[in-house]
């Protein structure tokens, strides 16, 4: 069974930075694209970026290039999210997500999902 978890939210001031960690397991996740995903109070969930594991294509949204990097660490089968600048907008829960296959950028199409972990950027 697959299983995504995900840490390193806080409380952060805006213009600050975090690095939000997902750990996987439960199979090999050579052929799958792992993302970041964030839903705000009141708002859908909305994709932030995305990764190939295999070759580590990446896709952001329009609204964290340049500010977020998504990167992974095969050895410890770990995706990350390093989030610089960050503005109070940002605020929301973070969701990990993985799917087989290419990189999209609709939350419906992923089949396994981690808890969440909030970020909060204070003005």
């Known amino acids: 069974q697959v299983q995504l978890v995900e840490s390193g939210g806080e409380l952060v001031q805006a213009g600050g930075s975090l690095r939000l960690s997902c750990a996987a397991s439960g199979r090999t996740f050579s052929s799958y694209t792992m993302a970041w995903f964030r839903q705000a109070p009141g708002k859908e969930r909305a994709f932030v970026a995305a990764i190939r594991w295999s070759s580590g294509t990446t896709d952001y949204a329009d609204s964290v290039k340049g500010r977020f990097t998504i990167s992974r660490d095969n050895a410890k089968n770990t995706v990350y999210l390093q989030m610089n600048s960050l503005k109070p907008e940002d605020t929301a829960l973070y969701y990990c997500?993985?799917?087989?296959?290419?990189?999209?950028?609709?939350?419906?199409?992923?089949?396994?999902w981690g808890q969440g972990t909030q970020v909060t950027v204070s003005s």
């Open positions: 997500a993985s799917k087989w296959g290419p990189i999209v950028v609709e939350s419906s199409g992923y089949r396994y």
